[in-house]
């Protein structure tokens, strides 16, 4: 079964460039991917991809900045998920894919 979900509502293709912009690169595709099975706290991120925390965490401020993730804070620890738009009803079974209205990108 496949199931796409409508990030925020996109108007032009000005903001479609900065969302792609966004999620230019591989550690932020790989984050996102992890993201979409659960919600996760940056040192576990960092340690599922093997990089460090700063790096990690830089990553992670720029797909927030994009609001393609959104962090609460747990104690000492920020903990990531997608923004609830996008994760919203996905389970790990599904084709995971995001629609900006004017693109879609799937993770397999």
């Known amino acids: 079964m496949t199931r796409s979900v409508s990030a925020k509502p996109i108007r032009s ?17 790989r984050i996102l991917r992890s993201l979409f099975n ?13 990089l460090s925390q700063p790096h990690i965490s830089h990553h992670l401020q720029i ?32 084709k995971k894919e995001i629609d900006f209205g004017c693109c879609r990108i799937s993770f397999r």
């Open 13 to 29: 293709s000005k903001d479609c460039a900065g969302l792609l912009r966004a999620m230019g690169g591989d550690t932020r595709l």
């Open 38 to 50: 659960r919600e996760k706290c940056v040192t576990e991120i960092a340690h599922e991809l093997a």
């Open 63 to 94: 797909l927030r900045n994009a609001g393609l993730v959104e962090g609460r804070r747990d104690g000492q620890r920020i903990c990531y998920r997608l923004f609830s738009e996008i994760g919203e009803g996905l389970t790990n079974h599904e």
